[in-house]
């Protein structure tokens, strides 16, 4: 098998700038990250929403971010693409795949794929100029699977740095299971490297994913890792290519400590998770000056990190009625206290 890589798809609203650093102090495993989309890139030089955080070299590792644009608007992508390579990035992402009514009805993201003429359009236009990597996230298609068959052959036209499929339809949103089958069915027919993403919760969920999609060997995680911010380093130290990630681990952690940003370091999974999650929080509290706006971000995400404790609606239950900052904190200090992780 060719070597694995993982990489980490984006989630408006939460894998922003503080989240992918935090998750990179605190686990390995992630070989690869991608911002939540951008859009309205509306001026040749210096966007303003390009000017941020969020993209600013200073607070992100360019060799292992991928800027997303959500578009359907060649010129626009373009203008992306240039400024991004200002930045030192060296690949682009265009979202093909996000499913949510607001955007698809709009003919944007996964609502592009019944319409392969315009699809070829566009993309004909970007590879007229285009002078960084150009890589595609999609689905099946919106309202049909077999949308994809019109799709793959266009993609096939151009030198896509990847091409990465969630095996589900738009209109599915993230209901039923991902159709792993019909993803193993369309890799013998697509020229760009292929990566698969799509319900990988645990070791034993993407070995029997690997095993199906072989020869595949890119996998981007999803909800799995926000449930489970251990996910990726268990799969690669699972894995017959694996890595050990506990040395690189442990001297990640004696730099944090170094700064007194988290606790010494541990195998301990209760503390690890502990302070990932201390450090995530007072990590967007610096960004936000203090404001209890962050609590909106912090119940996002346990929305989906509950999964890692034996007993996930009580641990919901607690977060979801706080509405102060001293009630999250004191909320977090009783759930690592009362609360045991899951096996």
């Known amino acids: 098998m060719s070597e694995l890589q993982l990489s980490l798809g984006p989630f408006q609203g939460i894998t922003d700038a503080p989240f992918r650093n935090v998750l990179k102090r605190h686990f390995g495993g992630i070989d690869k990250f991608y911002t939540p989309f951008f859009t309205g890139i509306h001026k040749e030089d210096h966007a303003k929403n390009l000017q941020g955080e969020e993209i600013d070299p200073r607070c992100n590792d360019v060799e292992t971010l991928t800027p997303q644009i959500l578009s359907t608007d060649a010129e626009e992508i373009l203008r992306f693409a240039k400024q991004c390579k200002q930045l030192g990035y060296k690949e682009i992402n265009l979202n093909m795949g996000c499913p949510f009514p607001r955007v698809a009805n709009k003919k944007r993201g996964c609502g592009l794929l019944p319409c392969p003429d315009m699809v070829e359009t566009m993309l004909e236009r970007v590879f007229e100029q285009i002078d960084i990597k150009f890589s595609v996230k999609c689905r099946l298609g919106y309202f049909s699977p077999d949308e ?82 251990f996910l990726a380093e268990e799969i690669k130290n699972n894995a017959a290519d694996a890595r050990d990630y506990s040395d690189a681990f442990d001297a990640s952690l004696l730099d944090l400590v170094r700064t007194h940003r988290v606790c010494p370091p541990t195998h301990d999974k209760t503390a690890r998770l502990h302070a990932y999650v201390i450090d995530l929080y007072e990590d967007r509290l610096r960004h936000a000056g203090g404001s209890p706006k962050v609590l909106g971000r912090m119940k996002e995400l346990w929305s989906y990190l509950m999964n890692s404790f034996e007993e996930p609606q009580v641990v919901w239950r607690k977060i979801k009625k706080i509405n102060a900052l001293k009630e999250y904190e004191e909320a977090i200090e009783w759930i690592f206290d009362s609360m045991e992780l899951g096996s």
């Open 148 to 229: 994809i068959e019109a799709i793959v052959p266009i993609f096939n036209k151009f030198p896509l740095s990847e091409l990465i499929i969630h095996p589900r339809i738009g209109k599915q949103l993230y209901k039923g299971e991902a159709d792993v089958e019909r993803f193993k069915q369309l890799t013998p027919y697509i020229n760009a490297p292929l990566v698969y993403n799509g319900d990988i919760f645990s070791v034993d969920s993407f070995g029997r994913i690997r095993e199906a999609v072989q020869p595949v060997s890119q996998f981007m995680l999803g909800r799995g890792i926000l449930a489970n911010p």
